[in-house]
């Protein structure tokens, strides 16, 4: 199984920061990459597909890159409705994995 | 618009069989390039992939839980299912089925998601 590492695992922020987090693949995953926002008691949302495009409907704050087995997920300016957990996700390869999360909370 | 909603007894006895529907509304379920999946999430815990089931039947399963699990669809119903034997505790999760793209090259991810129900495992 390809294993997906995030770190941090939680970070605190204010309103207005840069915030980027980072997930490792345990091997090359191309561009399989995915991003999803999970907020308390609620299901996830994906944010990016493809290392880098946009989901539709989703605010251009937010942005993806990296290929191979390393990916950043970057929000540009944190806003108050930002703060919840983000999980990558590989879908490279079945059987398909996420990382553990990394929980964004407001400083 | 395309809604999800998951469906099935919020308790099973240790060792029985976990059985949910995914009812979807808002398009068929037997269009092409999707298939329809279901995740898991322990209590305080990450995400876990399952497995995902095509409108002809084809299906992908996690290995570690390949023994134990069965999907299928009912296209008929617009629904898929989901079928997991010999439960435990372990098992005890929110149970959230999503639609499942995947277009090769340009990207392989789940974008429309139930709201997911929680299914305890405990006599």
């Known amino acids: 199984d390809i294993e997906m590492t995030q770190s941090p695992s939680s970070l605190s922020a204010s309103v207005g920061d840069r915030v980027t987090i980072t997930c490792r693949a345990s091997?090359?995953?191309?561009?399989?990459l995915n991003w999803y926002q999970q907020k308390p008691g609620k299901a996830p949302q994906l944010l990016i597909y493809?290392?880098?495009t946009l989901q539709s409907g989703v605010p251009s704050r937010f942005s993806g890159s990296g290929y191979g087995a390393e990916f950043t997920l970057t929000l540009s300016s944190l806003q108050p409705e930002d703060f919840a957990t983000y999980y990558c996700q590989q879908s490279y390869r079945t059987p398909l994995t996420f990382g553990g999360g990394t929980k964004v909370e407001i400083k | 618009q395309l809604q999800l909603q998951e469906s099935g007894p919020g308790l099973v006895r240790p060792s029985e069989t976990l059985s949910l529907t995914c009812t979807v509304s808002g398009a068929s379920i037997s269009r092409s390039n999707y298939y329809w999946g279901w995740i898991r999430q322990p209590p305080g815990k990450g995400l876990e992939w399952i497995g995902s089931?095509?409108?002809?039947?084809?299906?992908n399963y996690d290995p570690s839980l390949k023994s134990r699990v069965s999907l299928f669809v009912e296209t008929s119903k617009n629904q898929f299912s989901l079928n997991l034997s010999s439960v435990t505790a372990a098992d005890t999760a929110v149970y959230y089925c999503?639609?499942?793209?995947?277009?090769?090259?340009?990207?392989?991810?789940?974008?429309?998601w139930g709201q997911g129900t929680m299914v305890t495992v405990s006599s």
């Open positions: 089931v095509y409108y002809t039947g084809t299906t």
């Open positions: 999503a639609r499942h793209f995947r277009n090769g090259s340009s990207g392989d991810g789940f974008d429309i």
């Open positions: 493809a290392a880098s």
């Open positions: 091997q090359s995953i191309s561009i399989y």
